[in-house]
């Protein structure tokens, strides 16, 4: 009997001594003040039925007392049940209560419905051995002997596949101890989904089998070695093929035992500043079993070999790559050197080709002023003497020497222009044009010819000498070649895409057959006489060399009859 049992008791049997004692001596005080036996026994009667009321009063606040003390502890175990299972089900890894001896779920949490994937109703007519995912005999002997565990006191932890609702399989890891709840021991349990982590580990040991294989089968040597004593701990198979150690022989050395005994001071220095983690590179000589001594370039990094600070090392043999560089450094010597000699050999060769240039002018150019001006003295002083064939005769010299002029001087602009300083300018063609236009206005003009220009405002990247000898040349190209055409017309456009300008000249003249499109642009070549189209057949030569110098290309399309267009196409 509990305390609170003992005090109802003690107080129920006060009351009735009370009760018992007062009511005679309130009959006797009565008789002996009262002599009335009427009046004493309505007295009497009153004073019953006062103390029944009062007893009545009593009784209803002792009761109501009683109630509202049920009613507190009551809601108190309400909020109390309330916040446990708020908690209980609040918590991230499943809970469940089982009998100790069936493993029978007596209660489970909301997050052990939503990992199996059950309602509590239905877990409650499951045991945990109908959640394994090998379900049978051998399941419910492992649930046994796990019941027997916890019932030694033992607390298991332990990992176990699983089967949900849906038949998926996953992995939980499960934590089970014994507990008294309501006077009866049951099964506590902890279930934590750990299928992430199982394959973060199926991963890691897949990894781990890749990177032994890659070790393996690596064809360079590789080894890791204990940073403390620098003995090896393992080694693949290209290190022994290469080195001439067997695998034992390696794991019985230090890495000092590979280098030249002068060389040893320095990799102790090396090893000590290693930084753990950090990779490392270094050029280093080792020797062979066989005793030569190779050049060799080490890539480490630092790892955990089985609890032991270790470096993993990939060892590239470069002694030939050495020999080789070696070999390419004299022989970069010897270019520079031989290179050296031929700039000054063909700095030599420039200076006596401007020379001779100068000479081949000055002594070209020289007779043709002599003939030009006997001929002129010949015509003025003794015009009036010469028959029409004479006149005829010193009209085609004047022209031959002007043309011999003008071809001496393509000569001479065709022989140093690979000499001349390429200058890249960022260039308007639009006004570039313009301005090439309005220098042959006044031909233009004399000849009737209609010039179209439509150029956007793009810009090339070109020497603008080269690019204004380019389309000067075209342009002139194009009023020769159009001079008998009703009118002759010139249009002249450009576009830009893809980084690149075309500049195009287009003209309704005479044209050309593309059979002979390659020949145009060779020096000296000419597809018309000289007597109907003056020229020396240097002019679309130089325009391809000046092209090509400024990293573009020249081409053009054409038919006998009907015109040619030129196109030219730039860096934009």
Request: hydrophobic letters at 45%.
């Amino acid at each position: 009997m509990d305390e609170h049992h003992k005090q109802a008791l003690r107080a129920a049997a006060g009351y009735g001594l009370f009760a018992g004692l007062s009511m005679p001596v309130a009959d006797a005080f009565l008789s002996a003040i009262v002599a009335d036996p009427a009046a004493r026994g309505l007295l009497i009667a009153y004073k019953d039925w006062a103390f029944v009321l009062a007893t009545a009063v009593l009784v209803f606040l002792l009761t109501r007392r009683t109630l509202r003390a049920y009613a507190r502890l009551l809601g108190e175990l309400q909020r109390s049940e309330h916040r446990f299972r708020t908690i209980f089900d609040g918590v991230g890894d499943g809970i469940f209560l089982c009998d100790t001896k069936t493993a029978a779920f007596i209660d489970v949490n909301a997050t052990m419905e939503g990992m199996y994937g059950y309602s509590r109703k239905e877990l409650s007519r499951l045991s945990f051995s109908d959640l394994g995912a090998d379900a049978g005999p051998h399941t419910e002997r492992q649930v046994a002997a796990l019941l027997a565990r916890v019932q030694r006191g033992e607390t298991p932890v332990f990992e176990w596949h699983s089967k949900r609702r849906d038949g998926t399989l996953f992995w939980v890891e499960v934590g089970v101890q014994q507990g008294i709840i309501e006077g009866r021991p049951h099964i506590m349990a902890l279930v934590r989904d750990i299928t992430q982590r199982k394959q973060v580990e199926e991963a890691l040991r897949e990894s781990e089998t890749r990177y032994r294989e890659l070790f393996r089968a690596n064809p360079h040597p590789m080894w890791a070695y204990d940073v403390e004593t620098l003995a090896f701990l393992a080694v693949n198979d290209a290190a022994i093929a290469h080195y001439g150690y067997t695998r034992d022989q390696f794991l019985g050395m230090t890495i000092k035992d590979l280098h030249p005994a002068e060389e040893v001071a320095t990799l102790l220095a090396d090893v000590a500043a290693v930084s753990v983690g950090l990779g490392q590179t270094g050029a280093w000589r080792h020797r062979l079993k066989n005793g030569n001594i190779i050049d060799v370039e080490l890539r480490s990094h630092g790892l955990d070999f089985d609890g032991r600070r270790a470096e993993l090392v990939l060892a590239t043999d470069v002694t030939l790559q050495r020999r080789v560089d070696a070999e390419i450094r004299r022989l970069n010597v010897e270019l520079e050197q031989r290179v050296a000699e031929r700039t000054a050999q063909l700095e030599a060769v420039n200076k006596e080709l401007d020379a001779f240039a100068y000479s081949v002018s000055h002594d070209l150019k020289a007779p043709l002023r002599r003939i030009d001006g006997y001929s002129r003295i010949l015509d003025e002083d003794h015009g009036d003497k010469l028959d029409p064939a004479a006149h005829a005769v010193l009209k085609r010299i004047h022209e031959g020497i002007g043309q011999m002029h003008g071809l001496i001087q393509d000569m001479l602009d065709y022989s140093r222009m690979e000499r001349q300083t390429l200058e890249r300018d960022r260039l308007a063609v639009d006004t570039l044009v313009r301005s090439l236009t309005a220098e042959r206005e006044s031909e233009i003009r004399d000849r009737g010819a209609v010039v179209e220009v439509e150029v956007p405002a793009i810009h090339v990247h070109a020497d603008p000498d080269g690019l204004a000898m380019v389309l000067r040349n075209l342009i002139g190209n194009a009023l020769k070649f159009s001079r008998d055409a009703e009118p002759p017309i010139i249009q002249i456009g450009a576009e830009a895409h893809g980084g690149k300008a075309v500049l195009w000249v287009r003209d309704n003249g005479i044209g050309f057959d593309m059979r002979h499109h390659d020949r145009i642009f060779e020096i000296f070549q000419r597809l018309e006489k000289t007597e109907k189209y003056p020229g020396t057949g240097v002019g679309l030569a130089l325009v391809r060399k000046a092209v090509q110098r400024m990293d573009g290309r020249v081409w053009a399309t054409s038919a006998p009859g009907h015109g040619a267009t030129f196109f030219v196409e730039l860096p934009a």
